[in-house]
Nanobody, 125 residues
Framework: QVQLVESGGGLVQPGGSLRLSCAAS????????MGWFRQAPGKEREFVAV????????NYSDSVKGRFTISRDNAKSTVSLQMNSLKPEDTAVYFC??????????????????WGQGTQVTVSS
């Protein structure tokens, strides 16, 4: 089992920045890819970013590419999502997830075995 706890959400103005963190505990963290997903009211959960087990390979959705950066610290069992130039359409609950995903499956929610409870991000003036 892996337990995931997100933090760092909040209210920010358009154009602002937030940094989300996800702390993992339990089974070996370093062997899993770590992803961030988000879900806005009335919408399906969507892929945002993933960092693979080696800490080098990353992928982003087109909507956040160039604005968000994902990173991980295997020694501390944490993964972070730096979000810059935030837009109102980034408003959602953000979830951290862990799983043995591949380069073909990282965007799929069912590829992840473990999920956090989520943290709210609201972008509004």
């Amino acid at each position: 089992q892996v337990q995931l706890v997100e933090s760092g959400g909040g209210l920010v103005q358009p154009g602002g920045s937030l940094r989300l963190s996800c702390a993992a505990s339990g089974r070996t963290f370093s062997g899993y890819a770590m992803g961030w997903f988000r879900q806005a009211p009335g919408k399906e959960r969507e892929f945002v970013a993933v960092i693979h087990w080696n800490g080098i390979s990353t992928n982003y959705s087109d909507s956040v590419k160039g604005r968000f950066t994902i990173s991980r610290d295997n020694a501390k069992s944490t993964v972070s999502l730096q979000m810059n130039s935030l837009k109102p359409e980034d408003t959602a609950v953000y979830f951290c997830a862990a799983g043995p995903v591949s380069s073909e499956t990282y965007q799929l929610t069912y590829s992840y075995d473990y999920w956090g409870q989520g943290t709210q991000v609201t972008v509004s003036s």
